[in-house]
């Protein structure tokens, strides 16, 4: 960000933003034209794996009866996702679902986080295939559940055929199909891709904003200052939004998994 905006005061570069500043380039050092599927954004879905695996080995490497900082950080962050959303949402049969959705809830987490990290500065949720990835594997888990609990015929019969008078259900059926197997992953998706999109142009802007009206005239300087405020008084609202979009993510991901284990929708 402050790399654009040291850019955008020698006057090197267009304003506002477009969305074209999402599509970053390869970093790289050969091959740049060919090689776009390793970008900064790729880079940090890496490094955020990275960083889970080795904290979750390294806490749990030689665990003790009584728990030392790093272990009683792990050990809050799955017994929260453990009591207050798998079981919460699905019950007893929530427990066995409790380390995917750890796992998805710290991802996302992190991966939001770096919205507001100096030097990254983005998230890689900002684009919709991170999204749409995690999406994808919500999807295919619960259905994959709710098939394995009532078996396939009896499973497609409850998600859509709801408990209603016969005449209504031609008109009803194409909804809960439409609901159930097409807005459920879309929603998941655009809704974290929204959110992060939204925050990182907004934060842009302001940001930006001020450097380009310190630049255009010396008279606008409190203005800018001004706008250099509000970048970070938005930063700690995005750090809500961030805290609040892994677990929205990961509370509907429970809620599709306990639908598809009731015994009727």
């Known amino acids: 960000m402050f790399g654009q905006a040291n850019v955008l005061a020698a006057g090197q570069a267009a304003f506002p933003p477009s969305v074209e500043d999402f599509y970053l380039p390869s970093i790289l050092p050969w091959g740049a034209h060919d090689s776009y599927w390793f970008t900064k954004i790729t880079a940090m879905v890496w490094v955020a794996v ?7 080995l390294a806490t749990y490497r030689k665990p003790q009866l009584v728990p030392t900082k790093k ?5 809050s962050i799955y017994g929260f996702v453990r009591n207050n959303i798998a079981v919460d949402m699905i019950g ?4 066995r679902f409790a380390p995917y959705f750890t796992t998805l809830f710290c991802f996302v987490l992190l991966t939001n986080f770096f919205a507001i990290v100096p030097l990254f500065q983005i998230s890689p949720n900002s684009h919709i295939a991170f999204p749409a990835v995690l999406a994808v594997i919500s999807y295919v888990m619960f259905n994959y559940v709710g098939i394995r609990h009532h078996g396939f015929v009896k499973y497609f019969k409850n998600s859509l055929i709801p408990p209603a008078p016969w005449y209504i259900l031609p008109l009803l059926i194409p909804i809960e199909f439409f609901s159930t197997f097409l807005v459920r992953p879309f929603s998941l998706a655009v809704r974290l891709f929204a959110n992060m999109f939204a925050g990182h142009m907004l934060l842009l802007v302001f940001t930006l904003g001020g450097f380009a009206m310190l630049s255009a005239n010396a008279w606008l300087a409190p203005v800018s200052v001004l706008s250099w405020v509000m970048t970070i008084a938005l930063t700690f609202l995005e750090f809500l939004v961030i805290c609040l979009q892994a677990y929205v993510f990961t509370v ?14």
């Open 71 to 75: 272990q009683w950080l792990a050990e």
């Open 252 to 265: 509907l991901t429970a809620s599709y998994v306990q639908g598809a284990l009731a015994d009727e929708h």
């Open 50 to 56: 990275g960083i889970l695996i080795i904290f979750f």
């Open 92 to 95: 007893h049969r929530g427990v």
